[in-house]
């Protein structure tokens, strides 16, 4: 029985891993500012991830063998996370993102050793965007020497659920019979149930790996193919939430080696429709 730690961890898939682990029979505390409580039978520890005093204060004399950060968006948090842990725990998970992929030249699908990550922590987070903070997030952890350190690349994450409501604009829209935006030439891109990353990250956490790893299920979408899952769609150009005019795809061949089994976007694809036609 393993001691983890789930930063963030209170919805959407992340609320998954957690019961995944607690189900596996891991101990398992969660640790977040408490706005909302986390499944039963686990511990919870209440502080803001970016407030380091508050962040040792919540974790005094406790140690784990694996954190699984869910919610590291900065060089800033990454820096206070590697302050705050070093010591305290033997391997550090964080849910990083394709978006660090965005700024590449040329098409996918990418490999993880497509990108080059930075030696500094600099410019201040408030300049970066949401792939660039990633990026930099995974090059601090990257340097900690006091763990071993492996970031989760997710692809786009599908569920009926999902917070963000992307895929709901979709459904609600083409309930109405209002148009769908997209650009001139919408891009494919990989996506993941949300079952299935709550999945690959809890074997993350349990596995022994470490560097990058993509994770995606096999087989890609561009935002057509995914309204044409839901419905019959009348288009406009313009803008919605995956039409996207760069390549997201990512190559999960290092997954697949290390020995995850990836399912295909077409076996759940239906499923996570009825799921967010359900929830709208």
């Given amino acids: 029985m393993n001691e983890i730690c789930v930063i963030g961890g209170s919805r ?28 039963e039978g686990v511990t919870h520890l209440r502080a803001d991830r970016g407030d380091e005093e508050a962040l040792r204060l919540a974790l005094a004399g406790r140690t784990f063998d694996v954190v699984v950060d869910q919610v590291c968006y900065t060089p800033r948090h990454a820096a206070v996370a590697r ?52 990026r930099r997030a995974e090059a601090v952890l990257g340097r900690a020497g006091g763990f071993a350190f492996a970031a989760v ?45 709550a999945a690959f990250l809890a074997w993350t956490a349990l596995a022994g790996f470490t560097g990058p790893v993509n994770a995606c299920s096999h087989g890609t979408l561009d935002v057509r193919q995914l309204c044409a899952a839901i419905g019959e769609p009348v288009y406009t150009r313009g803008e919605s939430p995956y039409s996207f005019e760069r390549d997201y795809t ?10 995850f089994t990836f399912s295909n976007v077409g076996d759940w694809l239906p499923g996570v429709v009825k799921e967010a036609r359900a929830c709208v």
């Fill in 12 to 39: 959407y898939f992340g609320r998954r891993l957690v019961e995944n682990l607690r189900d596996r029979g891991e101990r398992v505390t969660v640790l977040n500012r408490g706005s909302s409580a986390p499944p």
């Fill in 83 to 134: 302050r705050v842990f070093e010591g305290r725990t033997r391997r550090y998970v964080m849910t990083s993102t394709v978006e660090v992929y965005a700024d590449l030249g040329g098409g996918g699908p990418y490999r993880e050793d497509a990108l080059d990550l930075p030696d500094d922590e600099d410019p201040a987070d408030d300049s970066l965007s949401y792939g660039e903070g990633k």
């Fill in 153 to 197: 690349r997710t692809a786009h994450v599908l569920g009926g659920a999902d917070f963000t409501g992307r895929l709901g604009h979709y459904v609600r829209r083409m309930s109405a019979g209002l148009p769908i935006g997209v650009c001139a030439d919408p891009r494919p891109a990989s996506f993941i149930e949300e079952r299935e990353i």
């Fill in 250 to 259: 990512m190559d999960n061949g290092r997954a697949t080696a290390l020995g």
